[in-house]
């Protein structure tokens, strides 16, 4: 192949040879033994004079674009008659150069286990440190190439998790682990069947905090997907962009399982689209790129729907449409990058020329940042609130305060709601099945005086209706009166039974007839070698309550057991969660660094 071409007059003369159907792999260009003929000196001095460039950059990019094509067609024959595929490999740009290698060539019918096995051999490392990512995806093992729509001439790109000391290698290991890790941790929290789930009260909310009711069928795909997006910003942020691809296409197949009109309702997962598509672009996988053109297709359509073609409807929701401005630089240069390199060189210099003065207008004097810094905001709240307000430190101090009030105020609320969902969860339901009534409970215990147990057994029998639940208790106070004084059966009590070698359902049961009573239950399960009458068993397995120092489930289904590790990978996500950034608040350095390279790039190909 030829080297030291440049790659911005190829791509000029790629569009030129295509618009005079020039092509270089026939004669009068290349002789029949395959050789370039002088024709190729002759068309060179003719570009060299019309686009006023070096003889000796036209000529290497005309033997470049020759010789290409002129293997293109030798990988054609042979997949035509061997059906061996011809596969492009780009690999990020951190790997060392001796590595890399361009192509490989494949049975398409081979599974994916069986291509990453080829891979590792040729690049002398393990298997499972391989990652491949075709279209967005990454690869499944047991399914076939062609299966996973990898036909001939295409380009996968190749992950390596490896590096030559072994202490790296072992660092690589644990960081695809803890994409694993993420993952489970995110269907946990998603999952309404785990206690320790719901310590963590996590739930949907729109842009301002606020929370949205979803389809339950649809909640625990959406979650699990804004988890694992969450963790990928996370890391993007550390700059490690071929780790935060793993999370985040993880979580493109999460959110790919909600429907439509569901994903309309949010703009994560435009924002997603948008941040994998940066990832490509970082990693400096250009041959990803014209692939990535329907994921900002379906960002751009997101964000005008929310914002308006011209910003309209974020000024009129937001009061200043600086904040989300900055997700408009990255569309706008990203669209100008496949625009690029799909030979548009027009289209992607005003796409480019959208994104600097996009940029340009909410740039930020970083000083004015250190200024609000010193009146005790974050950097965050600081570029952020003065991208609002256009600069104006005063005004931006004042909106950096009312956000934050804002934010108090709704982190109240949802606290408050948080706080009655988590109550009503450890109420249980009621005997037509719906759940009890969080207010009506309350009521009767705050304003009407009613015991926490006589309310609640009062609402379970009369299905949440007040007037008939105090006509319950007035008719049977005697029953009322033994349930208020049941002394609570805690799962503290029935392990100080059990201890002394009694069965736990036994001791709840004996302990439950007891009404808590640890000696009484104890004598009885010694006197009848510790067994209890089955009514008693059966009344504690039909109980609507369930036995908890801190009740969490009582819906007629037992919380699945978790594990020390289950345990870890829940609080691990909950924290990365709990804890986001603002993925508006980018700082545009790198953006407007790209700005400037390609727009160099392509002045010097239309001037």
């Known amino acids: 192949m030829v080297e030291n071409f440049n790659e911005a007059v190829v791509a000029k003369l790629r569009v030129e040879l295509r618009q005079n159907d020039v092509k270089l792999w026939k004669e009068p260009y290349t002789k029949p033994d395959g050789t370039e003929s002088d024709t190729v000196q002759f068309l060179a001095i003719q570009y060299s004079e019309k686009f006023k460039l070096p003889l000796e950059q036209v000529l290497l990019g005309l033997q470049h674009l020759r010789i290409f094509a002129l293997e293109r067609l030798r990988e054609n024959e042979r997949f035509k008659t061997e059906k061996i595929a011809t596969l492009k490999i780009k690999f990020p740009p951190n790997m060392p150069t001796e590595l890399k290698f361009k192509t490989i060539e494949v049975d398409l019918t081979i599974s994916g286990r069986q291509f990453l096995e080829r891979l590792a051999q040729k690049l002398n490392t393990l298997q499972n440190l391989l990652k491949v990512i075709y279209n967005g995806k990454i690869l499944d093992c047991d399914s076939s190439l062609a299966s996973q729509g990898i036909t001939h001439n295409k380009t996968v790109m190749c992950m390596v998790f490896s590096a030559d000391n072994h202490e790296k290698t072992k660092e690589m290991e644990s960081q695809i682990k803890e994409v694993q890790n993420a993952k489970h941790g995110a269907e946990l929290l998603a999952s309404s069947s785990h206690t320790h789930a719901h310590n963590y009260d996590m739930h949907i909310t729109d842009q301002d905090g606020k929370s949205i009711d979803l389809p339950k069928a649809e909640r625990s795909s959406l979650m699990v997907a804004l988890a694992l997006h969450e963790k990928g910003r996370a890391v993007m942020k550390e700059k490690k962009y071929q780790f935060a691809l793993l999370f985040l296409l993880e979580a493109d197949k999460q959110f790919r399982h909600c429907q439509s009109e569901i ?98 207008s909410i740039q930020v004097d970083e000083d004015k940042v250190t200024e609000m810094i010193k009146l005790g905001f974050s950097a965050s709240e600081s570029r952020l609130a003065l991208r609002a307000c256009h600069g104006d430190i005063t005004a931006a101090s004042s909106q950096a305060f009312q956000k934050r009030d804002e934010k108090e105020r709704i982190r109240k609320d949802e606290k408050e709601k948080s706080r009655k969902r988590k109550l009503a969860h450890s109420l249980g339901v009621c005997a037509n099945g719906d759940d009890v009534n969080v207010d009506l409970y309350e009521q009767m215990i705050n304003v009407l005086g009613f015991t926490k147990r006589q309310a609640l057994e009062a609402l379970k029998q009369s299905n949440n209706s007040l007037n008939e639940a105090i006509e319950y ?9 033994v349930v208020a004084d049941h002394k609570k059966v805690t799962r503290k009590l029935i392990q100080q039974v059990a201890a002394i ?58 919380a699945t057991k978790l594990t020390t590790e289950d345990k870890t990978a829940m609080n691990r996500l909950a ?20 700005i400037s390279t390609y727009l160099a790039k392509v002045y010097s190909i239309i001037h």
């Open 501 to 558: 070698g009694f069965d736990e359902l036994s001791a709840e049961a004996a302990l439950t007839h007891f009404n808590g009573i640890c000696d009484q239950s104890i004598a009885y399960l010694a006197s009848n070698g510790g067994l209890v009458p089955q009514e008693w068993l059966q009344a504690v397995q039909s109980s609507s309550t369930q036995v908890s120092e801190k009740p969490s489930t009582s819906r007629g289904s037992a």
């Open 263 to 360: 994903l309309n309702m949010v703009d994560n997962f435009a924002v997603l689209c948008l941040d994998i598509c940066w990832c490509y672009m970082c990693l400096q996988n250009v041959d990803a790129l014209p692939s990535a053109a329907e994921r900002l297709t379906v960002c751009e359509e997101s964000f005008m729907r929310s914002y308006g073609k011209s910003l309209q409807r974020l000024l009129a929701i937001k009061g200043s449409s600086g904040h989300e401005v900055a997700l408009f630089v990255r569309l706008y240069l990203l669209q100008g990058v496949v625009a690029y390199h799909e030979g548009n060189f027009s289209v992607s210099r005003d796409l480019f020329a959208k994104a600097k003065s996009f940029a340009d």
């Open 575 to 594: 924290d990365v969660v709990k804890n986001e950034g603002n993925y508006l608040d980018i700082t545009l350095d790198e953006e407007n660094e790209y």
């Open 473 to 481: 208790i007035q008719k049977n106070p005697k029953l009322l009166a």
